[in-house]
């Protein structure tokens, strides 16, 4: 019986993921990915995605390296997103800084993601990012920010 949760949840962020990917330019298509997402996320969530995405708040920097790192302007602060973990986890497959994402995501697990996961998602679907370069010492100031001062003495 304990694995239905992972697997129900496993299956709703395939149903998310598809809905993502069945956004093309056309109207029709946005309105049928937005019925399709309306289907596994609230419609407050999904509101306050278009809403960052139209106040270009979501930023795509590029490393040097060739990787990103996508940060989204909140209403109250900027939050790091990591959209693609990389982790056989079933559970969780990004990750947000926002404090609504360890609550309703990590210690309640009522959603699948946060607003700013899916703003990050969509925007770089639409190619909505915007998009600037990011030397390695700004991106090492930027991750040290969100490192706990109790463990950077530890």
């Known amino acids: 019986m304990p694995m239905e949760a992972p697997q129900g949840s496993l299956h709703l962020r395939h149903v998310l993921q598809a809905s993502i990917q ?4 056309d109207e029709e298509s ?3 990915g937005i019925e399709m997402l309306r289907t596994v996320l609230p419609d407050t969530m999904i509101i306050a995605a ?3 995405i139209d106040r270009d708040g979501v930023m795509k920097y590029k490393t040097s390296w060739g990787r990103y790192h996508y940060e989204v302007l909140g209403t ?3 939050y790091t997103v990591f959209p693609h973990l990389g982790v056989a986890s079933t559970t969780v ?3 947000c800084t926002c404090p609504s ?3 309703a995501v990590l210690i309640s697990e009522n959603h699948l993601m946060c607003k700013h996961v899916l703003a990050v ?3 770089d679907r639409w190619s ?3 998009v600037r370069p990011i030397e390695d010492d700004e991106i090492l100031l930027k991750f040290a920010g969100h490192v706990s001062p109790s463990l950077e003495n530890s």
């Not at 069945?22 to 330019?25: D, G, L, Q, Y």
């Open 22 to 25: 069945a956004f093309e330019s």
């Open 30 to 32: 946005f309105e049928e």
């Open 50 to 52: 278009l809403d960052i």
């Open 76 to 78: 109250t602060s900027t």
């Open 93 to 95: 497959s990004s990750y």
């Open 101 to 103: 994402f360890a609550y």
């Open 121 to 123: 998602y969509l925007a």
């Open 128 to 130: 909505r990012c915007v």
